[in-house]
């Protein structure tokens, strides 16, 4: 079903593709662990299209409430397994929870699955590494992925959009 506007709402490994964008156009990826989903999409009829005025905007849209302590944990230890495999058995561990807890938490706290949050933590490895002027397939492997293929799978179940297509866009971390 095709979906036009100037302000559309899409979660994460929601199948989709971005066909065509305004040339002025913007995409915002928001960190879960950081942003208010309720809130956000209340706003979002109201939000500015203008990406100065957004970037302004988004410190209003963060959590109000910190993350569960043990989230917030399994985080610290998801970083500091990553590039590399990331044992769900050894987060929940180190969270003080059973591995179906820890699923269950991230599902309820950040709206997104354990295996969708490392996706995610992944993805934005190799696009900091790639911002940073590193070649597409040196920041798939900086990232943990197999190669820029694996890469490539992941951005477009994630985003909608291929390795191939970031050479066009114009890039930016907040």
Known sequence: MAQHGQRLWLPSFVPHAILSAPQDG????????????????QQLPTLPTDVTALQQRLPQLSRAQPLDRRVQVALERIAQHLPGPVPAADIAGAAHLSTSQLHR??????????????????????????LRGHSLTDSAHAA????????SRSLRRMFGIGAAQLQGLQLRAA
């Open 26 to 41: 913007c995409t915002l990826f928001l960190e879960p662990a950081h942003a208010d989903l309720e809130q956000i999409q």
């Open 105 to 130: 938490r991230f599902q309820s706290d950040l709206a997104v699955t354990l295996r969708g949050w490392v996706l995610w933590q992944r993805l934005r490895i190799a696009l900091a590494h790639h």
């Open 144 to 151: 943990g992925f197999a190669d820029l293929a694996h890469l």
